[in-house]
C-alpha cells in the first residue's frame, strides 16, 4: 500500500487546538439530542443511513476541491471495509440505544469511549502509553459519569426515560468507537485519511 504523505506528528495541545476540540464536543453533545427528535420519525439504522450520505457528499466534495486522491490502491480495500463495517455498527447501536434511553445517558454513555480508547492505546499503540497523569483524568471523568447516571432519576411523564437496555447498547456502541478509533490511527499510516473517511462512509451507507 502506497501513502503520498506520511501522518501528522502527534503534538501538545494548544489554546487553539483546545479551542476547536470544545467547540466539536458542544456540536457532538447536540448530536445525541438531534437523533431523538428524528428516530421519532425515521428508523435508527435509517438516520444512521441519511447521515451517511451525508458525510460521503461533504467528503467527495473535500477531496476533490483539495486535489486528493481518492481511488483505493491494491491493498487497501479490506482495511477500508472493516473501516465502514465498524462504523455502521457503531453508529446504528448508537441510534438505536439513543432511542431506547435518555438523551443525557445517551450521551455520558458515548463519552466513556475515551477511557476504552487510552487502554487500548496502551497495549496497541507503542507511542501512546498510559501515566499517571492521563489515569488519573480518566479516573475523574468516569467518576463523572458514575456519578451522574446514579443520581439522575427518571421522573414520571418524562419523554425519553432512560433504560438499562439502551444504556448497555449505547455503551457497546461507545466501545466499538474506540475500537474504530485505534483502528484507523493505525490504518492512516498507510492510507490517505481523507480518502479513507470517504470510503468508510460510503461502505457505510451500502
Request: glycine letters at 6%; aromatic letters at 10%; charged letters at 15%.
Amino acid at each position: 500500500m502506497a501513502f503520498s504523505k506520511p501522518p501528522p506528528p502527534d503534538h501538545p495541545l494548544t489554546l487553539r487546538s483546545s479551542s476547536i476540540i470544545i467547540f466539536c464536543s458542544v456540536i457532538w453533545g447536540g448530536t445525541v439530542v438531534a437523533i431523538q427528535y428524528s428516530v421519532d420519525s425515521l428508523p435508527p439504522v435509517g438516520t444512521a443511513g441519511i447521515r451517511f450520505a451525508l458525510a460521503s457528499l461533504f467528503m467527495l466534495l473535500w477531496c476533490l476541491w483539495d486535489r486528493r486522491p481518492i481511488r483505493l490502491l491494491p491493498g487497501e480495500h479490506i482495511p477500508v471495509a472493516i473501516s465502514g463495517g465498524i462504523l455502521f455498527a457503531q453508529i446504528a447501536l448508537f441510534n438505536i440505544g439513543t432511542l431506547w434511553t435518555s438523551s443525557t445517558h445517551s450521551a455520558l454513555m458515548i463519552n466513556v469511549y475515551p477511557v476504552f480508547v487510552a487502554v487500548f492505546a496502551h497495549y496497541l499503540l507503542v507511542d501512546d502509553r498510559l501515566t499517571l497523569r492521563k489515569c488519573s483524568g480518566l479516573a475523574t471523568a468516569f467518576g463523572g459519569v458514575v456519578i451522574v447516571v446514579a443520581l439522575a432519576g427518571d421522573h414520571e411523564g418524562v419523554r425519553d426515560p432512560s433504560t438499562l437496555r439502551g444504556d448497555v447498547t449505547v455503551l457497546v456502541s461507545s466501545f466499538l468507537l474506540a475500537i474504530k478509533t485505534i483502528y484507523m490511527k493505525r490504518v492512516m499510516r498507510v492510507i490517505e485519511p481523507n480518502k479513507l473517511l470517504l470510503w468508510q462512509f460510503l461502505i457505510a451507507v451500502a
